[in-house]
């Protein structure tokens, strides 16, 4: 490839994208482009922050807690998913809501904190929302406009002020400097405050311009901004325009000559409206006097004998845009007191003026921290201009579960990955987590229910809307009614569900160093349950581990014992289904015909035999042999099948356009107790295939396999490599640990 060709192609792809993206434009053009999408241009730093939401669209999680809306900018799909917020659809919502709040009310007024315990992914939420900025910003809806100010050099210059001559446009344009190049240009000076474009229209026409504008294409639900309606340009570019007024005699289109209009991305690498304040003890903004070195030989002379004053920090390089105060209350109080008035008014005082301020203010803190304000006698002044938002940990392990499949992949941990290695640990770390739900907070006929509710049942509820296998049809729908209420009761309290307990920060080092073990060629829940029995020794150093055991929960040793219990149920499903003992089908299908006998029983209706065709009576015996395998002990037959047909007819409401009931969604527990005991009478079979997949696997005993059984474990092991993702090492641990805690009798 030669040199010169491969420059000159990349240089002519980044012109054409220069100028497509209209980088650079007079104030004209850039005015042109605000009179044909006013709304676009006239957002303040909430309107467009939550435009960036709007943009990346929503999608509806469904739970059984209830439908939720997501934002899709938390996937993160324009980084493949890199610094994904798992969960925290709550979270989301709210700050969408208080953003909502600040476009009615004019003005980002209040400062966002989100507080939460350690990792429980505040900070994530935020860099999530700085680079869904980062992306909206170089979308065409999304783009952004400053000003420079640009003064050309002495050969162009024909009057004595000092500032070029006239350059008209070839359709006879508005005269610009904007456009020269730079060997014309002897100074340009940027507005680090990123003063909006309008704010150079005087501030009654402005006003005006506005109200006719959005008037006209705002619709009604377009709130015009305090920022945009009052907001008046920085200190250094308000001296810089009142110079030229002045040396123009008020010709205020002259003026407009040295406006270069520039559109920019937020960055939060180059500190570009996006920014993050780390919890040092510093102030957020300061500035110096550009004026004072008269060795500055670019400035130009009419500007020379003016104070002008170049701000700088945090908060400056934020405008526009958003700023993290990242670990805010671990500040001393005194660091941060000015934005009691900042948050309020939008406006910072500093020594020689006022800065204006349009930014979204994110704070994120620790709960303890948080608890300690609240005594301070200062927290009555915060409290309201802070917008307080709950991050606790997940409560869900299907959600926890997404965070370390994300990070935790095979090129991180340089070995493969056997299936549920993250499950395992993501069950753990969300039963430290779970509350006791108090029975007295529930409805009478439930609080027997609830009082037995074991952490592990609790994590299946919130999960699957799973109820306890034990419980009677009639009361098990009523604890499913109940899901809701148990998963927000601790809600508002100060030690709300998901304050304390492991941390995906502390599991992910704990899946880290389970996977340098040796002895183990894959990355093994095992493995992961091993070192996790490691990390309850360190009582001192894991404040969640010194809880008091309560009812079965706050007991992270015991969960090992159950998380393992779950692990072995799990893979003996899917050994038992890779083994082809039984279909889902078969059960599908057998349950059906119990089901037509029952609704014929309950209607007093015959139903016709399906080999002779003759109307007969419902099976009795069928049905009550089934029964004897899928009612819970003591509950009343005729209510079991009332209660059966009734939630087949609600189901039915819910999914109108389903022809066929999926009855293993709709009774999972019915299910799950009717594969139990096929395989139970199969057991010694199962025992059987397993020892001729291990005997497969080792070597020296794979030839004395017969060909009949050695098909047979291939493709047993096919399927479970196909299905569920084991190869052959980790497929063995698994049959091996089965073995060893199932089938060893």
């Known amino acids: 490839m030669d040199a010169r ?29 605000f009179l044909r999408e006013p709304v676009r241009h006239a957002r303040s730093s909430a309107q467009y922050l939550r435009d960036a939401l709007d943009h990346f669209g929503t999608r509806t999680v469904q739970t059984p807690m209830g439908a939720l809306r997501r934002f899709n900018l938390f996937d993160r799909a324009f980084d493949a998913g890199q610094g994904r917020v798992a969960g925290q659809e709550a979270a989301q919502n709210e700050v969408y809501r208080i953003l909502g709040n600040f476009i009615r009310t004019g003005r ?93 229209v005087p501030h009654g026409e ?65 500190l570009n409206g996006a920014v993050t304040v780390e919890p040092q003890v510093s102030v957020d903004a300061s500035y110096h006097q550009v004026t ?15 104070d002008i004053f170049e701000p700088f920090g945090p908060l400056v390089y934020a405008n526009r845009g958003v700023v993290e105060f990242s670990d805010l209350l671990k500040r001393p109080i005194d660091t941060y007191k000015y934005l009691l008035g900042t948050t309020e008014t939008g406006v910072l005082p500093m020594e020689h003026f006022l800065l204006h301020l349009d930014e979204v203010m994110i704070g994120t803190a620790n709960d303890k921290h948080l608890s300690a304000f609240k005594d301070l006698a200062d927290f009555a002044s915060f409290k309201g201009r802070i917008e307080l938002v709950q991050v606790p940990y997940l409560r869900r392990a299907t959600a926890e579960r997404e965070i370390y499949d994300v990070q935790v992949t095979r090129e991180a941990v340089g070995k493969h990955i056997a299936p549920h290695a993250t499950q395992v640990a993501a069950i753990w770390a969300v039963l430290t987590r779970l509350k006791r739900p108090e029975p007295e907070h529930y409805e009478p006929v439930l609080r027997d229910v609830i009082e037995d509710l074991a952490p592990i049942e609790k994590l299946r509820l919130y999960d699957e809307g799973r109820v306890p296998d034990r419980l009677p049809f009639a009361l098990a729908n009523e604890l499913r009614k ?27 080092t704990v899946i880290f160093n389970a996977a340098q073990k040796a002895g183990h060629t894959c990355l093994t829940p095992m493995a992961v349950l091993d070192e996790l029995r490691q990390l309850c020794k360190d009582k001192s150093i894991y404040e969640f581990l010194q809880a008091e055991v309560r009812f079965g929960y706050h007991d992270p040793e015991e969960f090992l014992q159950v998380v393992e219990a779950e692990y072995l149920d799990v893979i003996d499903d899917e050994i038992r289904d890779s083994m082809g003992m039984i279909t889902e089908s078969q059960y599908e299908e057998l349950f059906e015909r119990y089901v037509v006998n029952v609704s014929h029983w309950l209607k007093g209706e015959k139903i016709a035999n399906r080999v002779t065709g003759t109307s007969e009576r419902p099976d009795e015996a069928r049905m009550a042999e089934i029964e004897s395998l899928i009612k819970p002990e003591g509950e009343d037959r005729s209510s079991f099948r009332r209660g059966l047909i009734s939630a087949i007819g609600a189901w039915r409401l819910d999914h109108p356009s389903e022809r066929k009931v999926e009855y293993g969604q709709v ?37 004395r396999l017969e060909a009949k059984d050695r098909v047979g474990v291939e493709e047993m092991l096919r399927n479970m490599r196909e299905r569920y993702g084991y190869c052959p090492s980790c497929a063995r641990d698994a049959i091996l640990l089965l073995m060893r805690r199932r089938y060893a009798d």
């Not at 999530?128 to 000003?147: C, D, N, T």
């Not at 008037?215 to 920085?234: A, I, K, N, Q």
């Open 5 to 33: 060709h491969y420059l000159e192609s990349v240089g002519s792809e980044v012109k054409s994208i220069f100028i497509e993206n209209r980088m650079i434009l007079s104030f004209e053009e850039w005015m042109g482009e």
């Open 108 to 200: 980002a007024n209040k400062l966002i904190l989100l507080h939460g315990p350690n990792g429980s992914a505040k900070s994530s939420i935020v860099a999530a929302l700085s680079r869904g900025l980062e992306v909206y910003s170089r979308a065409p809806e999304g783009a952004l406009y400053k000003i420079n100010w640009i003064f050309p050099t002495e050969k162009l210059t024909k009057g004595s002020l000092g500032f070029g001559a006239e350059r008209a446009g070839p359709h006879g344009e508005l005269a610009t400097f904007a456009h020269l190049e730079s060997e014309d240009v002897d100074a340009r000076i940027a507005c680090e405050m990123k003063d909006h474009p309008l704010f150079l």
């Open 206 to 270: 402005r006003r005006k311009l506005l109200q006719e504008q959005l008037g006209r294409d705002g619709g009604s639900d377009f709130v015009l901004s305090t920022y945009m309606l009052e907001g008046e340009l920085c200190h250094k570019c308000r001296q810089i325009y009142s110079g030229l007024l002045g040396a123009y005699n008020g010709d205020f289109l002259k003026v407009l000559r040295h406006v270069q209009v520039e559109r920019f991305y937020v960055s939060r690498r180059y």
């Open 292 to 306: 004072a070195d008269r060795s500055i030989g670019h400035l130009p002379p009419a500007l020379q004998n003016l």
């Open 482 to 508: 109940a899901i809701p209420a148990i998963y927000h009761e601790w809600d508002v309290s100060p030690a709300y569900e998901g304050r304390a307990g492991a941390s995906a920060r502390e599991i992910k």
């Open 667 to 703: 009774f999972p527990e019915l299910f799950r107790r009717l594969r139990d005991h096929f395989f139970e009478e199969r057991k010694r079979t199962l025992r059987r295939n397993k020892e001729n997949v291990l005997a497969y696997l080792a070597e020296e005993a794979a030839d």
